[in-house]
């Protein structure tokens, strides 16, 4: 399986050629997802989920290469926060290896548990049953939730900012009121799912399958919709942005009374968007 995993990160990290660090990066990854392998496997998942769980949940390598130096005059100390090389790829395993690593809040059954109000910033939740739980109100800022399992969950009225819901079941959860700005949704199925009244700024929707689904009468700010299903999708009455549609479908999405800037205008249309009863300001 090491074997394995090492071609996994040679793919992963092969867009961006040869950098000074790359052997120690790479090392240093390869070290914590063999571990992580080996305790899913120690838990009781497959060959097969434990290697996808373990890949999953190395995340965007682009967000770790954006600390790592790529060049070597990076080995000098950083003008700005006076560190060394050394200090500064130590700083970035380390994030990287709480990205990857397990809390008391990962991997467990948590369905139906209560946790309205709690303070639950940079929590991992990722790999745990928590459908139908109450996260009503809490702060869960920079939160991460992969491979997990949300359905009916309540997120209403919580600061998800900066948090990442990936390849997760949110199927019939409710985000009323809810801060997702600057909150990413990758590949999670979010059929039933409501948004009445969130705030979305900068939030991302990646692979995701937004059918159906009202973002009536909000405002969106710099939303991006990338490879995202919008079919049917009501924007009725909004006000949008700078929002990119991205490789997504928008021929059968109702943009009727909407408000939007000449330049997501310009998209849509360019996309075959419907876009007879809306006002570019």
């Not at 130590?90 to 991997?107: C, E, I």
């Amino acid at each position: 399986m090491e074997s394995k995993l090492q071609q996994f990160l040679d793919n992963a990290f092969a867009p961006y050629g040869d950098f000074p660090a790359k052997p120690e990066v790479t090392r240093e990854l390869l070290a914590n997802l063999t571990e992580k392998y080996n305790d899913l496997k120690a838990a009781g998942k497959s060959d097969e989920e434990a290697y996808r769980a373990t890949t999953e949940s190395l995340g965007d390598v682009s967000e770790i290469m954006e600390h790592v130096p790529h060049e070597q005059a990076a080995a000098d100390p950083d003008p700005d926060e006076g560190l060394s090389f050394k200090e500064t790829f130590k700083k970035t395993m380390k994030q990287a290896k709480a990205q990857m690593g397990f809390s008391k809040f990962s991997g467990i059954s948590l369905d139906e548990t209560d946790l309205s109000g709690a303070s639950l910033a940079s929590e991992n939740f990722s790999y745990s049953s928590l459908n139908g739980a109450n996260f009503d109100g809490a702060d869960l800022r920079k939160a991460a939730f992969r491979a997990a399992s949300l359905r009916g969950a309540s997120f209403e009225g919580a600061n998800l900012s900066q948090a990442v819901l990936a390849a997760s079941d949110l199927q019939d959860s409710s985000f009323k009121r809810t801060n997702l700005t600057g909150a990413k949704m990758k590949a999670s199925a979010l059929k039933g799912v409501s948004f009445e009244g969130a705030q979305l700024a900068k939030t991302q929707f990646h692979h995701c399958d937004l059918s159906g689904l009202s973002f009536e009468g909000q405002t969106l700010d710099g939303v991006v919709f990338a490879a995202t299903s919008l079919k049917e999708t009501s924007f009725r009455n909004a006000t949008l942005r700078n929002v990119s549609f991205h490789h997504s479908e928008v021929k059968h999405t109702i943009f009727d009374g909407a408000t939007m800037d000449k330049v997501t205008y310009a998209l849509l249309k360019g996309a075959k968007a419907k876009l007879e009863n809306v006002a570019v300001e």
